[in-house]
T-cell receptor, first 113, second 114 residues
Framework: DQQVKQNSPSLSVQEGRISILNCDYTNSMFDYFLWYKKYPAEGPTFLISISSIKDKNEDGRFTVFLNKSAKHLSLHIVPSQPGDSAVYFCAASAYSSASKIIFGSGTRLSIRP | DAEITQSPRHKITETGRQVTLACHQTWNHNNMFWYRQDLGHGLRLIHYSYGVQDTNKGEVSDGYSVSRSNTEDLPLTLESAASSQTSVYFC?????????????FGEGSRLTVL
């Protein structure tokens, strides 16, 4: 039973355009959400996060939106650059479970010229 | 610079053998985690620890064990390796405060069980 779902295994976007990666969750106890980025043969690296008390968090070209009623979050990358080509993992945690973080299955983003 | 290192980076073993993957971090983080990455499943939590002598089971803990005798190390042991345990394993650590969110990952250990 996947608590964090990324239904799009892959996404191709033209350089300079907006990339939108989506994530759904089922556990209503989750109150902190994160995105990680992973290049081949490397470990994942933290990208951006959002607390459930907010509906938007922005960091440069990256913005995460949270819709608690729909149990849905999305990552927007504007403008998309070639270096953004990677696998993106959505993740979530609940305060009650301290620092245990549950990950989705990932979306492979490819930025084409 | 502080870091987290995993060894070995690549390992091939046979079914039934015991295998230990090492994880060492120099951030002095209390929290340490082991995940496995498989196609279609993403990163799944195997075991985690919130401090010395503390260990907890994650989503997919069967066939794995960990021990935490000091802050820096969390070795992962496969008691009797199975082909289903062929995967890429990632160790991670984080600070004590809940919901700081940021996990620091090692580069991964690719394990093949024949």
């Amino acid at each position: 039973d996947q608590q964090v779902k990324q239904n799009s295994p892959s996404l191709s976007v033209q350089e300079g355009r907006i990339s939108i990666l989506n994530c759904d969750y089922t556990n209503s106890m989750f109150d902190y959400f994160l995105w990680y980025k992973k290049y081949p043969a490397e470990g994942p690296t933290f990208l951006i996060s959002i607390s459930s008390i907010k509906d938007k968090n922005e960091d440069g070209r990256f913005t995460v939106f949270l819709n608690k009623s729909a149990k849905h979050l999305s990552l927007h990358i504007v403008p998309s650059q070639p270096g953004d080509s990677a696998v993106y993992f959505c993740a979530a945690s609940a305060y009650s479970s301290a620092s245990k973080i549950i990950f989705g299955s990932g979306t492979r983003l490819s930025i084409r010229p | 610079d502080a870091e987290i290192t995993q060894s070995p980076r690549h390992k091939i073993t046979e079914t039934g053998r015991q295998v230990t993957l090492a994880c060492h971090q120099t951030w002095n983080h209390n929290n340490m985690f082991w995940y496995r990455q498989d196609l279609g499943h993403g990163l799944r939590l195997i075991h985690y620890s919130y401090g010395v002598q503390d260990t907890n089971k994650g989503e997919v803990s069967d066939g794995y064990s960990v021990s935490r005798s000091n802050t820096e190390d969390l070795p992962l042991t496969l008691e009797s390796a199975a082909s289903s345990q062929t995967s890429v394993y990632f160790c991670a650590s984080s600070e004590r405060t809940p919901n700081t969110g940021e996990l620091f990952f090692g580069e991964g250990s690719r394990l093949t069980v024949l």
